[in-house]
């Protein structure tokens, strides 16, 4: 059959050149930023900002609530995968949400007929050491804690509760602030404050011990509310998941797709961004026409085709684009329309991470950096005397078998009859996330610091890449010694 090409095919082969992490390098300016003073804050999408702009994955052996919990309490973000039902997804996002709350909302109450006993031991299941007694109707009549219960656990267990607690309540109207709440305990000597309305119906209850906790985090990624933010991957066509979340407050919604640069999956990202509250952020794409599709309603676009290091897209579709490459082409363009951009995929190293923000995304996104670590589902394992977690690509056979790899299914995919686009693996063990993420923003930081920026602003205008040969390369990394001592953030493999 006759082509109708005008163009001889040869002309493909003048191709333009697509670069990778390993390909530049940043080049040094003169500077007066010290690395503690380089100051990570970023946008992830156009209403969430982020102390440290680094999400972890949306993989079912990267990110549940633990791990969320954990990234959102050191500044970052989680994005839950959606390898789950609805239900359970949900479930996922209010622990999330529930973690460092302020105000708690499901308050273990006593009723002032139960005994001192019953409390007691409820007191003990519920893991709590103390208790609003309310009435039928939520009136608060007192509070008891477990020191007022100790004297009647030695005369009888017969005594009720009205007994026993204390009954001239401290609380607190709704719109307390940690402060008041903290000034409150500190005056009455207390260290939990119920929180009441306009009747002195019980709403919740605020503890010392939840406000010191929240201290401790003070760059958390919080809500409006106070509450830590977490995002959710939503498959492309789940308007179901997407409402049912949105309701129970995720911060953002990541539509998660393979190929984002697809009519279809636009058509319906479009309807879910205008049926929701939380911000959208729509990928993967790698290109500036795919960019040029997605700014027109998307909150954030998230880029990556095939750098992930469980991704096998590239050999198995031939199609891909090499990352630093796709990052700058649909930052041209979302920068033009103030959206905010993620490097998602193939970081390897604090380096790669900030060679990623210079060549135009506002935040980066890591799977198998944080697949190692405990807050990470899944199990450690030991295989020749070396402790592994396992970590698995989303379109691997196994992760599509139990349903997560929604992202990589097409429709003529059958129960067992998939072609994948991931591997499954095992990735180092690595001890806690925040020992990880420390080295990660420390050495994103020391890039700000050689490049002379203090904000991610001021490091995007002021950054230059060089380009680095294969030689260049080698001597980047640790040559010609043997690695007697692991440094904590640099393997050779
Ligand atoms: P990495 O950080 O290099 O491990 O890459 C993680 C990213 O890889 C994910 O955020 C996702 O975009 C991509 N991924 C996940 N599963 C697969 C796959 O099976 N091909 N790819």
Redesign the pocket.
Known sequence: MATNRSEPFSEKLRVPEALTFDDVLLRPKESRVEPDDADTASRVSTSVELSVPVLS???DTVTESELAIAMARRGGLGVLHQNMDVEETVAEVDRVKRADELVIREVVTASPKQTVREVDAMMEEEGVSGAPVVSEDDEVLGIISATDIRPYLEVGDRDEVREAMTDEVITAPEDVDARNALELMYEHKIERVPIVDDGNHLTGLVTMQGILQRREYDSAARDDEGRLRVGVAIGPFESERATAVDAAGADVLFIDCAHAHNRNVIESAREIEASVEADVVVG?VGTREAAEALVGFADGIKV?IG???????RVVTGTGMPQITAVAQVADVASEHDIPVIA????RYSGDAIKAIAAGADAV?????FAGTDEAPGRVVTMNGKRYKQYR????VG?MQSGGGER?LKDTDEDEDFVP??VEAATPYKGSVESELFQLVGGMKSGMGYVGAETIPEFKRRAEFVRVSSAGQTEGHAHDVVITDEAPNYSPD
């Open positions: 994955a949306a993989m993967n990556g750098p992930g290091s469980i991704c096998t897209t998602d995929g193939g970081i996104m890591l799977g198998s950096y690509g989303m379109g691997s992760a990589y686009e991931g």
